[in-house]
């Protein structure tokens, strides 16, 4: 753990670049393509503008294949740099963070579904028009729970990643020490939400997650433009630097 190798350097490198790019892609097709498209209450006027929007939706949902495909870069880098720590537990985060990537492909899959309901198609004809628009908030609502379902495992994975940072020195503790704090709040936040659907009355869903975000792209920026550097190597800095100062202080009794 005292000595980083080439490939962990250029894993921190490419876990900061695909770590901001997930966070930019993931808000632009969430937030810019697809949020505005859904009205909460609303389920006709949310399938009228799926089928009033379909390719923005589409760019929507290319957004979040290209985030599933970042999530997976991601996580390789992120086990290659914390392997030396401990690999049983580096594994077992990559694990728990490929599951979230997967079930973000089914959240695709259905808006998929939703989009093929809205469509054209002549079988689609023996539902009228009130049925078809429920159909289609449904499947949209489905891919909100796909997501739901998946951050347990995506906060489970945050929370193991953040103890490897701390053991290992690469980041400032601190800042390790805020991952696990947040990590593990959206565990809780995650589980209690699934058995008490009610819970976002109580903690705003955007609390649940948006600790643990905010820790993930700043270790990205970390990552990108601090890079690595072993707790081992900054104590020995400081050391020389404290021996260094005693050294000049007591220089003058001697001379």
């Known amino acids: 753990m005292n000595r980083i190798d080439?490939?962990?350097?250029?894993?921190?490198?490419?876990?900061?670049?695909?770590?901001?790019?997930?966070?930019?892609?993931?808000?632009?097709?969430?937030?810019a393509l697809l949020g505005p498209l859904v009205i909460r209450g609303n389920a006709a006027e949310t399938a009228q503008n799926f089928a009033a929007h379909q390719t923005q939706v589409r760019v929507a949902l290319t957004c979040f294949l290209t985030y599933g495909v970042s999530v997976v870069v991601l996580l390789s880098a992120l086990y290659v740099i914390l392997r030396p720590v401990d690999r049983l537990l580096a594994l077992v985060g990559a694990l728990f963070r490929l599951v979230f990537a997967l079930l973000w492909l089914l959240t695709t899959l259905n808006l998929l579904g939703a989009l093929r309901i809205?469509?054209?198609a002549p079988y689609l004809q023996a539902l009228?028009?009130?049925?078809?628009?429920?159909?289609?908030?449904?499947?949209?609502?489905?891919?909100?729970?796909?997501?739901?379902?998946?951050?347990?495992?995506?906060?489970?994975?945050?929370?193991?990643?953040?103890?490897?940072?701390?053991?290992?020195?690469?980041?400032?503790?601190?800042?390790a020490v805020f991952g696990v704090?947040?990590?593990?709040?959206?565990?809780?936040?995650?589980?209690?939400?699934?058995?008490?659907?009610?819970f976002d009355k109580t903690v705003n869903a955007y609390?649940?997650?948006?600790?643990?975000?905010l820790f993930e792209l700043v270790v990205s920026l970390w990552l990108l433009f601090k890079g690595l550097k072993p707790r081992e190597a900054n104590d020995v800095e400081r050391m020389d630097d404290n021996v260094?100062?005693?050294?000049?202080?007591?220089?003058?009794i001697f001379l």
């Open 244 to 252: 260094g100062k005693s050294l000049s202080s007591r220089l003058p």
């Open 181 to 198: 704090v947040a990590s593990a709040w959206c565990v809780i936040c995650a589980f209690v939400f699934l058995i008490v659907p009610s």
């Open 207 to 213: 609390w649940f997650d948006s600790p643990m975000a």
């Open 118 to 120: 809205v469509g054209n």
């Open 128 to 175: 009228d028009e009130s049925h078809l628009q429920v159909l289609a908030r449904l499947q949209i609502a489905v891919s909100f729970d796909d997501y739901y379902v998946g951050l347990p495992f995506f906060a489970l994975a945050a929370t193991v990643y953040s103890y490897l940072w701390f053991r290992s020195g690469y980041i400032p503790r601190s800042l």
């Open 6 to 31: 080439r490939s962990q350097r250029v894993a921190a490198k490419v876990a900061g670049v695909s770590g901001l790019l997930a966070v930019v892609i993931v808000v632009f097709g969430n937030y």
